[in-house]
């Protein structure tokens, strides 16, 4: 819709609009809430780390749901004195980074020092979230890798439990990685901008992990009793697949 459509529109339909693009900034600002209850749970005396993720879960949904809900209702036109991706980024760090690596920490899951580990990590992440061509949506990708260090927390949990040390140090090569990964200009797939046919494909494929990964959550860190060793490393089958066809893409989409 036009400014000059928006001229047009009657006192009340424009109200209405107005005021359902302010609950879509409502929204994304209550991510918030499960990023307080999540660190609520990890300055516990004995953290329970199921419930930690299990809030940051619903912060993912919330982030998953409210860009299109924005597209949907037009929130730049009818609420534009509220920046809606400055509240993203915001509730995005702090429960894709700040709370997710905080957690590891507290839970002793990396070698010693774990807290300059997870500091390094804050501050490349930091560097990522505002790095101006981070989001480079018209094209479906994201410059760098795109801070989904809650997913990293969960599988550092799962290997730091089930390898004892050897895992720790899986696990901090994989922190080192990634963070060298966020500065450098390789790009990552947005999964909800990917271009077609793999929008469909990288979306349903990250639910069925998703589902996978919460069906693991009741006995985390430890695995359940119907699975094992081949259900952790199974689950790796579709971040693999992630990293693979965004480096294919990426190279590709340079090359064209």
């Known amino acids: ?83 809606g991706p400055t509240i993203d980024q915001i509730v995005d760090y702090l429960t894709f980074t700040f709370v997710p690596l905080t957690l590891v920490w507290r839970m002793d899951w990396l070698p010693d020092p774990d807290g300059l580990w997870v500091v390094l990590a804050m501050v490349v992440s930091l560097f990522g979230f505002a790095n101006t061509s981070a989001k480079q949506v018209k094209k479906g990708f994201f410059l760098g890798f795109p801070s989904y260090w809650n997913v990293v927390a969960y599988y550092v949990g799962l290997l730091a439990v089930r390898y004892g040390t050897t895992g720790a140090y899986v696990s901090l090569g994989a922190v080192v990685v990634l963070g060298v990964l966020t500065l450098v200009p390789v790009r990552f797939i947005y999964p909800n901008a990917a271009p077609a046919p793999w929008r469909t494909i990288v979306t349903v494929g990250g639910v069925a992990w998703l589902g996978l990964l919460l069906a693991l959550l009741p006995t985390f860190p430890d695995l359940p009793a119907w699975g094992g060793d081949w259900v952790l490393w199974g689950s790796f089958i579709y971040p693999a697949f992630y990293f693979g066809l965004s480096g294919w893409l990426d190279w590709t989409s340079r090359q064209s």
């Open 1 to 83: 819709m036009s400014t000059l459509d928006l001229d047009n529109e009657s006192d009340r339909a424009r109200l209405g609009r107005k005021a359902r693009a302010y609950l879509v900034h409502l929204f994304t600002a209550s991510g918030v809430v499960f990023a307080f209850l999540a660190v609520a749970e990890v300055v516990q005396s004995d953290p329970d780390p199921r419930w930690v993720f299990a809030w940051l879960t619903l912060a993912v949904l919330i982030d998953a749901a409210d860009g299109p809900l924005a597209r949907l209702w037009n929130v730049k036109l009818y609420a534009p004195r509220i920046l």
